[in-house]
């Protein structure tokens, strides 16, 4: 029995459709009603969760494959997992973002920046150099330079549509950022084979 | 300020009540195993100096570690690990033939907060100083195999893996990201970097087989037979060798592990139940650490996480019900 837990929503619906096209059966999921966790005929026992549960299902030894977002990952401090695998789906990517005037604005204080991904922004700073106060925003962080709260923002740009309809742009890109498959180390050793079969199944269908 | 009378620190781990004989058995077995194999029990102190960890650069960070200020104003810190104390203690007493010592106690390190994870690990094992190269090995493998059967656990796996391998795989490959991508064993990243480095040959072949390089002795044979490196193919059959003067065979081997600790020179190996989501016994040989107490010496060592191991036990009832 593999048990594998995948981030709620899109991620669900793309991996599962990737897993149905490599043959596996996923009849049972797609089909599902508001069930949080269902067994397909493949032995596969699947769980829906945030995508930061994923990550502590997968670290608690709960799940051994977990399907999730770089951002996540990129945010979390647990890091004590394998990454075999870049699904090269879900495809955006972190960034710096604020109205035009950014660019050329002299500061005479500590910028201030919001974001959702507190340590993402941390790090990015960090690399430049830069001192900077961070805010955290829960979500619709371009409200942040809107309202006057933040100079800039770090968030995920997908289209960068939502950005351009409140005036921000992208000042500078941080990061790739797709869907990944995560392996529970302890999990590798002893399920290597049934974890490789869906890992080479979903590689193939990558190419 | 009441409600602190009912809570433990986030840091503490909770106080272990129903698995305290199983414990207390199992240290006893581990106990005469390595008493009768010539390991002296040493108690070592609870704080040392975080300059002993932190000059060291063995990969403990320092804010890992629970610090104070003492009387003299210096930095002082909870016992972290006890591979360094040990080496100092062999090398402050002088000696320079072999010494067993063994030890059983706990060790401090922060962890991450609300993971279910503590900061208290209870630790049991050895370390056999001052022998070297395949004797060492062999004692030190043997030593585990004989007192793991004690723990009580089923379907355990031990894994060996090379440290030597893993730096000769480095300087080959001459790339900063090769060690993030043996970490998290990641074939997407690996094959990117394979073709930006326009890696060839043998060594290509044997870079994308790493990442799911878990096996058996065949994996190790197969791989060496192929390897045109004279380094990494010494540090193969030393692998081979090993294998060959155990009597008990039933290891595994990982060509992506990647040193847990930085002194680790060698032979490395780690313990894993189904049950534990860490490894139940870690261990390797270190044979530079001495060079920091300006000895050449060289070193081998391992031990067992209590903690990990109890949960793993109870794990297992838990699934066997």
Known sequence: MIRIAITKGRIEKQVCKLLQEAGFDMDPIINKDRELLIETSDGISMIFAKANDVLTFLEHGIVDIGFVGKDTLDESDFKDYYEVLDLDIGKCYFAVAAYPEYKTKEFKRRKRIASKYVGVAKKYFNEKQEDVEIIKLEGSVELGPVVGLSDAIVDIVETGSTLKANGLEVIEKISDISTRMIVNKVSFVFKKEEILKIMNALERKGE | ?321
């Open chain 2, 1 to 321: 300020m009441e409600e602190f009378q009912y809570l433990i620190p986030e840091e503490s781990s909770d106080a272990i009540i129903t698995n305290v004989a199983s414990l207390r058995e199992m240290e006893g077995h581990l106990r005469e195993i390595f008493t009768k194999a010539k390991y002296q029990e040493v108690l070592l102190p609870s704080f040392e100096y975080v300059d002993l960890y932190y000059n060291m650069d063995i990969g403990i960070d320092e804010e890992k570690m629970f610090q104070f200020i003492n009387h003299e104003g210096k930095r002082i810190a909870l016992r972290a690990d006890f591979t360094l104390p040990l080496a100092r203690l062999y090398v402050t007493s002088n000696k320079n033939e072999v010494q067993r010592y063994c030890y059983f106690g706990k060790v401090y390190r922060k962890e991450k907060k609300h993971k279910g994870r503590t900061n208290e690990f209870y630790q049991g094992g050895i370390e056999l100083i001052g022998k070297g190269g395949l004797t060492g090995e062999k004692e030190c493998m043997e030593i585990i195999q004989q007192s793991i059967s004690y723990l009580g656990l089923k379907s355990l796996k031990l894994v060996i893996g090379s440290a030597k391998f893993y730096k000769r795989i480095c300087q080959l490959v001459d790339d900063p990201l090769i060690t993030k991508i043996l970490k998290v064993r990641s074939f997407s990243m690996m094959k990117e970097l394979i073709e930006r480095k326009q890696i060839d040959g043998y060594l290509k072949e044997l870079l994308m087989m790493i990442p799911q390089g878990i096996g058996d002795i065949q994996m190790i044979k197969n791989v060496s037979s192929k390897v045109e490196d004279e380094v990494l193919k010494q540090s193969l059959v030393e692998l081979e060798l090993l294998y060959e003067n155990l009597e008990n065979q039933d290891l595994y081997f990982d060509l992506a592990m990647v040193p847990s600790m930085k002194y680790y020179t060698g032979m490395m190996m780690k313990g894993y139940s189904p049950y534990s989501a860490q490894p139940i016994v870690t261990g390797g040989r270190y044979d530079h650490l001495m060079h920091h107490f300006h000895k050449n010496v060289p070193a081998i060592g391992f031990s067992y996480d209590f903690h990990h191991i109890l949960h793993a036990l109870e794990m297992e009832e838990e699934t066997h019900d």
